[in-house]
Nanobody, 127 residues
C-alpha cells in the first residue's frame, strides 16, 4: 500500500504544473486526500483537500488562502489518482509537495497524522 506523488519540476514564474498522486495496493476512492508542501526551512503546510464519494460531505474541495484561485484539486477514482493543477506559480510556491490520504477528511484538514503519506515531488519556481 502506498501513495506516490509525481509531476514536479522546474517552472518559471507565472507558469503551470500538474501533480498526480497515485494510490497502489488500495482503492483511493474511499479516502479523502490532501496535498501538502514543505519549503526549505519552513513547516509543512496543508494547501488543498478533497473528500471521497463515501465521506459525509462527498467530493468537497478546499484550499488554503495561499493557493486559492490558483490551484485546483480533482480526482479520477477510475485511475486511483488525485491531481493538483497549479497555475500562476510564484517563487514562494517552491517546495516539496506531498499527498496524504485518510478515511476522515478532518484528519487531513486539522493536520493530524493521516493513514498514508506519499513520497514528495519537488516543485521549483524560478523568478
Amino acid at each position: 500500500v502506498q501513495l506516490q506523488a509525481s509531476g514536479g519540476g522546474l517552472v518559471q514564474t507565472g507558469g503551470s504544473l500538474g501533480l498526480s498522486c497515485v494510490g497502489s495496493g488500495f482503492s483511493l476512492q474511499n479516502w479523502a486526500v490532501g496535498w501538502f508542501r514543505q519549503a526549505p526551512g519552513k513547516e509543512r503546510e496543508g494547501i488543498s483537500y478533497i473528500g471521497s464519494v463515501v465521506g459525509p460531505d462527498g467530493v468537497v474541495t478546499s484550499y488554503s488562502d495561499s493557493v486559492k484561485g490558483r490551484f485546483t484539486i480533482s480526482r479520477d477514482d477510475a485511475k486511483n489518482t488525485v491531481y493538483l493543477q497549479m497555475s500562476s506559480l510564484k517563487p514562494e510556491d517552491t517546495a516539496v509537495y506531498y499527498c496524504a490520504a485518510d478515511g476522515v477528511l478532518a484528519t487531513l484538514r486539522l493536520g493530524a497524522t493521516p493513514k498514508y503519506w506519499g513520497q514528495g515531488t519537488l516543485v521549483t519556481v524560478s523568478s
